[in-house]
Nanobody, 128 residues
Framework: QVQLVESGGGSVQAGGSLRLSCAASYDYSSHCIGWFRQAPGKEREAVAAIYTVSGRTLNADSVKGRFTISQDNAKNTVYLQMNSLTPEDTAMYYC??????????????????????WGQGTQVTVSS
């Protein structure tokens, strides 16, 4: 199974931006890569996902227009560009992978149990 390492978290003020990276240990072709977040006392929440073959993306309604998922297949890396951050975005952010698969399921992409590999997470803290 692919191993994942997240980076890019930090502390920013409301309205700021961060770009998170999720680096895979080897070629992640034909994988669905998802970003999730979990705030203290809350359930893990899906943010976005990308299918590494087509580049097709899926996004949670809560982040549409603010967060963008993208990939650099030459680097086996998926990014999460986060703009217009609010304190409600404060959480530990994780990337996850499932593959090989034919696509990111529109039904299952947001369910943590769909994924078989997880990174350790990177903390994002947004202050008001």
């Amino acid at each position: 199974q692919v191993q994942l390492v997240e980076s890019g978290g930090g502390s920013v003020q409301a309205g700021g931006s961060l770009r998170l990276s999720c680096a895979a240990s080897y070629d992640y072709s034909s994988h669905c890569i998802g970003w999730f977040r979990q705030a203290p006392g809350k359930e893990r929440e899906a943010v976005a996902a990308i299918y590494t073959v087509s580049g097709r993306t899926l996004n949670a309604d809560s982040v549409k227009g603010r967060f963008t998922i993208s990939q650099d297949n030459a680097k086996n890396t998926v990014y999460l560009q986060m703009n217009s951050l609010t304190p409600e975005d404060t959480a530990m952010y994780y990337c996850a992978a499932i593959g090989p698969v034919g696509y990111c399921s529109g039904t299952y992409w947001a369910r943590p149990l769909t994924y078989h590999s997880w990174g350790q997470g990177t903390q994002v803290t947004v202050s008001s």
